[in-house]
């Protein structure tokens, strides 16, 4: 008798998204907390955690909170976790995981760091020297940006920013009992998170507490927070003044908390009050929002959506361990949050501004060894980019390779008299973005130039919205797209007279944004093409996004909504099918993250059918792999590492002719069902067999790869007895390496380099309208 095929709607074959999110983020503080990475490096995933955390309360917790108050049973997901529950379990792991974040900045890093001159003081720590300059530095440039707000039956409890960093005291008129409470907020205009000290000097010693340090008790250990654990525990009695610091090597360079300097000086502030207790606390609010589909004006809608960002609801309050319970209470109570929703933090809040010491100059055995991109080599040597196109498809792997020709690509086409028309997709660019600036000179000339920017880009907006303005006043024609979905898609076509006078199209294509910045810090796959079946589609493309054009019959790209997810399961369905047929079947992806319940059904379809099937998936994973008679065969791995992993890559054997895609979308519902995505083929033959070397190499990682468990944690992959190490990026750096080695050989000059993946070396240390 044949057993009973599995329920595959049953919600406990599915991790939850946002549990699973949290995961991610704990693999990001495990680089933070890992020995082998230099030193500022370890600074950087700190400050990269914090900053995650920062957008993941903004945009998901919110939206549970408001579940939870609505009385919703059910969430909304595969996994049908309720709302309630799952709230409770992002607080818990948030705790735990933050409680960790400061062991290894405290106990970890700072020392560390102090060790070799890189030193964060508190106030109290301060020299002389350092305290006359705080002073000096705060009367001059701190105290004429402060207003203190008062909070009293004329003053209402202020709207405090979003992630703005604030300080609460307590303080009493002379002669009256009953205290009354005020905030200082930090000012964001500073743009340092932490004040520079001035270089020691020699004999220079700590100097004794000011009169008003001496009054205040130092904070609560980490371990009386309330950090660790369902509820916060009060430390009673407060904790002893702390004792004076040993001595320390003198500091290249010296940092102290903005807050601090602004807490020693809150008599400046408030003349004549009898000063109490104080405390830095920190606001994070929902800044999620949703578009009507009868929107008049998406630009307009945008602009006050963000202005509204700023204003809304507080999901989150940080604040100091220790703080005074009445200070605590006082700004609970005025922002109307649960008690469950505070959280004590045992060190300086907003470690995202770590970003600002992990820029000092020096120190490069701390940071990881440079590397510089390898230049493409059928670009680097040509003055106009056509004929090379035309020759043949050129594939770019960053930030191993350079991504200077995307950007000569479109400045060639801004400056080329030859060049008709330029159309391109603007998700995400930087903020002195060449590219845009390259669009302006084009339209400048009286090219035809279009723009489709992405108003919708989460955090990206207000930059957008600044580009978009300026792209119209050169005279670009700027398109916002849909209100329904966003235009995520990478896609740029030029239109060219060429010299024999026949108009040819030349197309771009890649997994990742228009962005020289982050083009060097995330790998993304571009490709150049002259295929006649490519530019028809991409032209088809930008009629759909720009005009009222129905959907093609597209004939080579798969894009969403129209068509992704369909072709994607049944190619999926096609190898289950091969597989049981005796025919040669697998499946290796490459992916950001992986949601959709009829993705996910369709690989577990596959499974049970036998089909192997290898997954890298940076982030969020609802599939739970290894569960038996469902998902035997397949296997989930993440790697976390120095560049922040963003490439697409399918790979389905096809009975012994593999087909091998690359693009835009992941295996979210998002990407799949309310996003214009393209996801293209590789063709070429030995383009190809480069990407399935990459995606090997990737599926191959056993130094900073995870695996994922089918009861959704990860355990860190170890190479197997008697395999060598192989750290996938590492390996990628040497493969450039090797290529720019045999570029450099003139008789392989014109022809493309093929690197196959080897056992690696033992890794060394070196991130409108609904259609």
Known sequence: MQPAAPNLDDPSLYLNRDLSWLEFNR?????????????????????????????????????????????????????????????????????????????????????????????????????????????????????????????????????????????????????????????????????????????????????????????????????????????PVRATPPAPAAPPAPPRAPAQYGFVPLEDVIRTHLADLFPGMELGRAAAFRVTRDSEYELDDEVDDLLEEIEAHVRARRRGLPVRLEIEAGAPADIEQFLTEGLRLNPADVYQIPGPLDLGGLFQICGVPGYPELRDPPFVPLPVTSLAQVTAPWPVIRARDILMYHPYESFAPVVDFIEAAAADERVLAIKQTLYRTSSDSPIVRALQRAADRGKQVTAVIELKARMDEERNIIWAKELEKAGVHVVFGFVGLKTHCKVALVVRRDEDNTIRRYVHLATGNYNPQTARVYTDIGLFTGNSEFADDVSALFNYLTGYAELPQWRKLLVAPSRLQTVMIEKIEREAANHRAGKPARLLVKVNGILEPAVVKALYRASEAGVRIDICCRGICSLRPGVPGVSDTIRVTSVVDRFLEHTRIFYFENAGTPEVYVGSADWMDRNLSRRVEV????????????????????????????????????????PAEGAAPLRSQQRFMEMASEAGTRAAVPAAAEEPVIVKPRAGKRAHRDKGRRP
Do not use: W
């Not at 070429?684 to 089918?710: C, G, S, Y």
């Open 679 to 718: 996801v293209f083929p590789i063709e070429q033959p030995d383009l190809k067999q480069r990407v399935i070397d990459i995606l090997k190499v990737a599926l191959a990682d056993n130094v900073k790869a995870r695996e994922l468990m089918p009861d959704g944690t990860y355990r860190r992959v170890k």
């Open 27 to 231: 693999r990001v503080l495990e680089e933070a907390q890992d020995p082998s990475v230099p030193m500022l490096e370890r600074l950087k995933f700190l400050a990269i955690f914090s900053s995650n955390l920062d957008e993941f309360f903004m945009v998901r917790v919110g939206g549970i909170q408001q579940k939870v108050q609505a009385g919703i049973p059910t969430g909304s997901g595969a996994d049908q976790l309720s709302p309630a529950l799952q709230l409770d379990r992002v607080r818990l792991t948030v705790k735990e995981l933050v409680a960790a974040e400061y062991r290894c900045l405290q106990t970890e890093v700072l020392p560390a760091l102090q060790d070799r001159g890189i030193v964060i003081r508190t106030a109290a720590e301060l020299t002389e020297d350092e305290r006359n300059h705080t002073r000096e530095l705060f009367r001059r440039e701190i105290f004429p940006i402060l207003t203190p707000l008062a909070t009293d039956p004329a003053h209402p409890f202020p709207h405090l920013l979003n992630k703005s960093l604030n300080v609460a005291v307590s303080l009493k008129r002379p002669g009256d009992a009953d205290p009354l409470y005020a905030v200082v907020q930090v000012p964001g205009v500073m743009q340092q998170r932490f004040v520079p000290l001035p270089a020691p000097r020699p004999d220079a010693a700590p100097a004794p507490p000011a009169a008003d340090e001496q009054k205040k008790p130092a904070p609560a250990a980490a371990e009386a927070s309330g950090v660790v654990g369902a509820a």
